[in-house]
T-cell receptor, first 112, second 112 residues
Framework: DQQVKQNSPSLSVQEGRISILNCDYT??????FLWYKKYPAEGPTFLIS?????DKNEDGRFTVFLNKSAKHLSLHIVPSQPGDSAVYFC???????????FGGGTRLMVKP | DVKVTQSSRYLVKRTGEKVFLECVQD?????MFWYRQDPGLGLRLIYF???????EKGDIPEGYSVSREKKERFSLILESASTNQTSMYLC???????????FGPGTRLTVT
């Protein structure tokens, strides 16, 4: 059973609007969460992270929100740009050898 | 900048062949990982290594083995390739004190 789930395989957004990507997890031992972005034919690149002691972390146009009671995190991109079109993976760690458990990914398409 | 390189971007092999995928990182990272990426399944951990000559099984080690003779190099071996091992293979590395993994560009392996 997948411990990290991204229930939306794809999302389409108009340029300039907000993109919201969601992620749910089941393992209550997870204490650190990351978002990665992946373009075709490239490896994933780190985007933003959040520790379980926080509920929000912001970096420019990207904000990650964590709701521990709901075991849910979300990535907000404002404003969305065509260059943001990629597959986004959320990942979680329970501090066991800094291994990551990844979700299935959400393909974001930002239309000009 | 951290650089993780993988020996091939694309490989086509026949069923039953022995396949070697190599990964090299230039940042003196202790930990290295091999994942495979399949649509809808995200990244799944095959093996990881936290030191030279040390290895640990990930979530899907069956049909694979690994070798780490030098700190900067981590090899994935498919002992007898099968068609269900057709996938994108991604290598990553990180330090012991970080959750953020740095990924190589990936190898798209097709087994016919």
């Amino acid at each position: 059973d997948q411990q990290v789930k991204q229930n939306s395989p794809s999302l389409s957004v108009q340029e300039g609007r907000i993109s919201i990507l969601n992620c749910d997890y089941t393992n209550s031992m997870f204490d650190y969460f990351l978002w990665y972005k992946k373009y075709p034919a490239e490896g994933p690149t780190f985007l933003i992270s959040i520790s379980s002691i926080k509920d929000k972390n912001e970096d420019g146009r990207f904000t990650v929100f964590l709701n521990k009671s709901a075991k849910h995190l979300s990535l907000h991109i404002v404003p969305s740009q065509p260059g943001d079109s990629a597959v986004y993976f959320c990942a979680a760690s329970d501090n066991a050898g800094n291994m990551l458990t990844f979700g299935g990914g959400t393909r974001l398409m930002v239309k000009p | 900048d951290v650089k993780v390189t993988q020996s091939s971007r694309y490989l086509v092999k026949r069923t039953g062949e022995k396949v070697f995928l190599e990964c090299v990182q230039d940042m003196d990272h202790e930990n290295m990982f091999w994942y495979r990426q399949d649509p809808g399944l995200g990244l799944r951990l095959i093996y990881f290594s936290y030191d030279v000559k040390m290895k640990e099984k990930g979530d899907i080690p069956e049909g694979y083995s690994v070798s780490r003779e030098k700190k900067e190099r981590f090899s994935l071996i498919l002992e007898s390739a099968s068609t269900n091992q057709t996938s994108m293979y991604l290598c990553a590395s990180t330090t012991v004190s970080s959750y953020e993994q740095y990924f190589g560009p990936g190898t798209r392996l097709t087994v016919t």
